[in-house]
């Protein structure tokens, strides 16, 4: 009998809407939100940009990695949880989280990715340059690397354009009461 699952982890891209689906998600289903992100950021004592600026990638995926570890060992009954876009890199704990949680792949065009990214005004302290080319190029060229990682480590992908964060929210409710 397979174990039900307790979590949604929602990855992908940046920019494609985890906080917020998440957010709305989590109050769809009454529980609690957790974004990975923002408990990196609350490990380090600082923002994301600073984190890399003063020790670099691989210290921002060190603290991400933990920040997993410690949603995957969290014991709630249901929690609703936004990804990095690179915590898929991080193999060994999507793998954990394929096993035991139900995981969302929101996927967006890159045009619309570098739209919104150009719109949020926290981009740069949120959304360091991962490689630093010219925004579209670094985009199109991470997303292409990450992108069968992202349907690797997914049970379920859902199109985010030309929809709501509450439409997209309904659609992975609705599969998450087939799922579990």
């Known amino acids: 009998m397979a174990r039900k699952k307790r979590k949604i982890f929602l990855l992908g891209f940046r920019a494609t809407g985890k906080s917020s689906v998440g957010r709305e ?4 289903l009454g529980s609690p939100f957790v974004d990975t992100d923002r408990m990196v950021e609350e490990m380090a004592g600082r923002e994301i940009q ?4 003063q020790e670099g990638w691989k210290r921002f995926r060190e603290l991400e ?3 997993i570890s410690e949603v995957l060992q969290d014991c709630r009954n249901l929690l609703v949880v936004a990804l990095g876009g690179g915590a898929v890199l991080h193999e060994d704990l999507m793998e954990q989280a394929m096993k035991d949680s139900f995981v969302v792949f929101l996927s967006a065009p890159v045009s619309l990715i570098c739209e919104r990214m150009a719109l949020d005004s926290r981009t740069g302290a949120t959304r360091p340059s991962i490689t630093g080319a010219d925004i579209f190029q670094e985009v199109q060229d991470v997303l292409d690397s990450r992108l069968p990682a992202y349907q690797r480590f997914s049970h379920f992908q859902v199109d985010v354009a030309d929809k709501s964060p509450h439409e997209i929210a309904e659609e992975i409710y609705q599969e998450f009461q087939y799922a579990r």
């Open 25 to 28: 998600l989590a109050r769809r």
């Open 65 to 67: 990695a933990a920040a």
């Open 50 to 53: 600073q984190i890399v600026e």
